[in-house]
């Protein structure tokens, strides 16, 4: 289940998501296979090379992509989301959420 965003916030990664970039949309979210994990950062992109080779980029296994169309993704969750959205120039995301 998501929660903390708004409709809005959900339409613009579409768009951008559709347009073949890199988006980042973090939300809350409980999942009782992560126990403690509170929140994940879905980072799309519609150009399936472009996500697989970010992934790559972060060292992360672009095997847990999430290949659904039309919105792959990524589901960045643990100590390396903070971290990467910091590298990402993700700060807002970072505090919103208070990761």
């Not at 403690?36 to 799309?44: H, L, M, P």
């Not at 992109?45 to 296994?61: A, G, M, T």
Request: charged content about 25%.
């Amino acid at each position: 289940m998501a929660f903390g965003i708004n409709r809005q916030e959900l339409n613009e990664w579409k768009k951008t998501v559709e347009r073949g970039e890199i988006a980042y949309l973090t939300h809350y979210w409980l999942d009782p296979r992560f126990p403690g994990i509170t929140t994940v950062t879905k980072v799309g992109c519609s150009d399936l090379q472009r996500l697989i080779l970010w992934c790559e980029q972060h060292d992360l296994p672009s095997r847990y992509i999430h290949n659904r169309y039309p919105f792959p993704h990524f589901d960045l969750i643990g100590p390396r989301q903070k971290e990467i959205l910091f590298q990402e120039g993700q700060e807002d995301q970072v505090q919103r959420f208070k990761l």
